[in-house]
Each structure stands twice: as structure tokens, then as C-alpha cells.
């Protein structure tokens, strides 16, 4: 492989034709293995260490059982070990025998999990069933909602305890002839524990066949712009602050809508409002036919491109899939590719001594990977680089048909309109663009997109798209918008011009910008100097809001800002908060 493109080390297993190895399975108890489970509590609890009296039932179990649910781990079907939990309720905890409610001092009882009865039978105590077990626990507690886990644990097991991450309470209890601890601790620092064991996590990932209504996991959403919000107030309380602050970490037009499509919804708008769309978005695809000169049968509505990235991708592929990106790129894709399907995701790694220009040659040389999916954001983000037209289409040309190409063009009219590929897509085989209307029509709010493509292309996502998918006062202001080309032409060469203003502005700061060609640029900022994480911090106070742009690349260290271009008033104020930093 060329040493500029980069795959993750693991190997995907449904490349390899072995079985899987026998693993632990995790799964929630079923009925019929509560008796198992009471059995087993009585050998250990009362057999071998003595907490409770045997019984001639051979049993333990308690009233809280009936609301108690048990995780289990098994091999090859025997029961191994298990663990219980007490969900929130009227009924009281375990740990209420031995302490009042008032003396656990936990905060909110009604977020408060516990969690019981760690139990490992003996041939495999010492393996990774206890560890297995308590993070399952963790994981259901998580997964539910719950913000504390109490619990309390034996003095045999306190290290365990302790180095999963939860801490003593300070009381001691003697139950028979066991010794237990108190211990507590909040869900959100069991998670900011937890994150420093990858390798542990990985590791049980692998051993574990888990069985459980929720993930491993914890799933993460991709980090994206708008921390502006925190300003504005996520319940839109202090709208009128949307005036002063900066919001150069999304690419939003500066511009405002055309006034056509203003003027058309505000009309409307009580009736917009309470009226449901064109079921299939019908006027607007064939408006977005018309002017890019493709046929109603080669063009799919979404509600955002974001929209379009989920279902299509999530469609087509699956975690034996192979896909190669631009690196850096826009940080949806990765985190669509491998952390929602769970593809193999090769990055084709652009290079800050290139101005992160992609190399032609070395891209058809990877094309040949056969690869299921290429994606390719052109103009690119955060880098404002692109591929004209002419030498992209003659790269394509030359791809495996067996491999889709997504061309995202969110930005290309700010190169001209006429180096969008939409016509070429649908004729192609095997192109599809995915055209945002949100950054260059002013619509980011309103969410309207869609794909251009071969009609064979976009058949099936066509019987999986949700009727209504894009809202009412989004698809008439889509259409006003695509009406009126020459407004929009002239924002574009604006903004062109405040760009390269704004470029020599920041470049008087020391700071190194790439060429970009779009309403943002990408920045390497001067060493010695911030960092762009501490930059970020520092600016927000001041009401201007930047991307650190290391998130969208395996690679771009931590000198990386990527700041929109806004008009010509706030560039200058942006500049001047700046000024004040270097
Ligand atoms: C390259 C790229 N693609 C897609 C999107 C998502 O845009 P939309 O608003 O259409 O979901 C963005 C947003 O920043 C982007 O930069």
C-alpha cells in the first residue's frame, strides 16, 4: 500500500474465511435461568462463604428479585457468572438494609442504579467474566438513562471495584462472615474513567459475544460546528444575540436568502405552516431537473445532505464494506463509515506540502483498490481545495463501474456552476453527487438537498425515503432559490472577493492559509503561539466561534483552524479579536 494512504489496523473478520473463536456471551437473563441463578447464589453465598445460613431448598433469593434484572455471562451455554441490578423504584435497595437513604448521601434517587450480587463461579474466577460483568452493569445503567450507581462490594473484590472506577463511600459492613464497602460514583465519571482503557475495552470487545437490547458501545455523534448555540440558548431564548456573535465554525452563508424566497414563505407562512408538503417533493425535483439538466427520475430529495449521507451509505453498505475518503475531509463521512456501519475505511491522505491539493495520478492508482464506495468532497473541507471539473471526470472514467463514487459538491458553486458533475452523474453508471442547498442558497436552517445520479442509482433509496422529507417552507424556498441564479451568482463572486480579504488579513497575523477556493479557509497557526483547541476557548468569550479542524483528519495536528468567511464588516471584526491574540 502507499505510504499516503493509511488503513486502520484491524482486520475486518468477514474478510476472513475462519469461523469466529468461541467467545463469552453476555445476554439478560431468561426465566428459566433465574432458578439456575438462585442455585448458584446459595452455592456461594451460603455454601462457600458464609453470608447467609444454608437452607434445605438450596436456594437464595430475596423480594427485591421480582424487580432486579440479571445480566449472565455463559459458555457454550453454561452459566459462568452473573450480576443483578435494582433499578430506580418505591422498593428499596440492597444497600438500605445496612444504610438510611440520607446516609448514602447520593444526590438523586431517582436516576440512582445499584448494582449486586457480582457472582463468578469457580473454574473462571480469574478470567475476564468479573470485569465482563460490571461493565454490562454499567452499560445497562448507561444505556437507561441512570446518572449513579451505588453498590456494595466485598473486601476480596474492593481492587476490582476500584479499578473499574468506583470509589469508596466510606462505610464498612459486616453481612455474616463477609466484609463489604460502600461504593458509589456518577455514570458521567465511570465514562470519563472508562475512556482511559481502549485497549482493555478492545480487548473484551473481541472475547464477547454480547447479547444485550444496547450496544457494547456507547454510540458517539460526530462533533460538528455550531457551540453558538450554547450563546443563543438551546431553546432559542436569546435570539436577538444571534447579531453580535460570530459563527465562523459552521459554513452557513453570510448572505441571506434570496428576497424571492423570503418573499414567497413569509407570505405564506401561517399557511406554510400548518400545511403538509408535496408528499414526494414533486415541483421541487423538477425544478432541480430543469436547471441542472437531468431528467425528474435522476434526482432524490433529502432533508439536508446530511439527511441523504445516512440513508444512502447505511443502504449500501455493511461492515464488510470497503471504502476509501479524502484525509482531511468532512468528519461525517468517517464517522458514518466506521462508527455507525462499521466499514474499513482507507484515508487518502492529502498533505500540507501540497497545499493539500489532491494528486491525480496517485488517486487513479488508488481507485483501482476496488473499492465499494469512494467518497469525494470537492471542493473539499476543511482544506477549500478542488479538482476542476475536466480531470476529475477523466479520472472517473477510468474507476471500476463495481465501485460508487459520492461526489459532494455542498461547495462548488463557489468554483462556477459549470464544474458541478451533476450531468455527468446521471449519466454515469456509477457517480453520484450529493448537492447541500444549505451553504450556498442561504438554506441551512430549513434543510434541503439531493442526490443526482443514474436512475438505477437512487431506485432503492427512492422506496426507503420517508414521504414529506423535506418541510414545506424548505421546498418552496428551494425552488425560489434555484429560480434565481443571478442573485446567487453575485454573492458568489462577493464572496470571493472577502475571502481573499480576509486571507491577507489573517495572513498579517502570521498565520499560514491554504488557498482555499470556497466561503471558509484552512489555517495553520504560527508556533510559538495558541493552539487551535486553546485559541477556540479563548475566542468564544469574545463572541467569535472557530473549528479546530483536527477532528476531520487522521492527521492535521493541533494548529489547525478552519474560519468562515463572513461579509465584509464582521471579517473585520473577526480580525480584530484576532489581533488581539498574536
Ligand atoms: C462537505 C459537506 N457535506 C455535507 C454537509 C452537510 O450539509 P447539510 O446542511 O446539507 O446537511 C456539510 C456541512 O457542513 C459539508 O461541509
Redesign the pocket.
Known sequence: MSPLLCRPPAISSARLPIAPPQRFSIAAATPKERDRIYQIRHEVYADEIHQHAVNEDGRLHDALDQANVYLVAKWDHELCGFISLTPPAKTPYSVEKYLSREALGLPDTSKLHEIRLLTVRKPWRGSEVATLLMYAAFRWVESHGGEHIVAIGRHELLDLYLRLGLERGGSVIQSGAVTYHLLARSVRALREHLEGFENLMGRLEEKVDWKLSFGFRKPVACF??GGFFNAIGPRFDHLERSHAIINAD??DAWFPPSPKVLAAVREYLPWVARTSPPTACEGLVEVIAQTRGVSYCNILP?S??????FRALRHWLTPSSHVLVLDP??G?YVHVLEQVIGCTVDRFLLSRSDQYEVDMERLEAALAGEYDLVVL?NP??PTGRYIPRDHLVALLKKAPVSTRIWV?E??IEYTGAAQSLEPFAARSENVIV?K????VYAL?GL???YLCAGAHQLEALRSITPPWVVSLPAQMAAVEALLDPSYYQARYNETGALRLQLKAGIEALGWDVVPGCANFLLCHLPVPGPSAAQLVEQCRPRGLYLRDAAAMSSQLGSDTIRIAVKDAETNARMLGILTGFF
Open positions: 460538528h460546528g459552521v459554513l433529502g439536508g445532505s446530511s439527511d441523504l449521507i475531509t468532512y461525517e468532497v473539499n473541507s459532494d455542498t461547495y450529493c447541500s442547498m444549505s451553504k441551512s434543510r434541503a438537498a
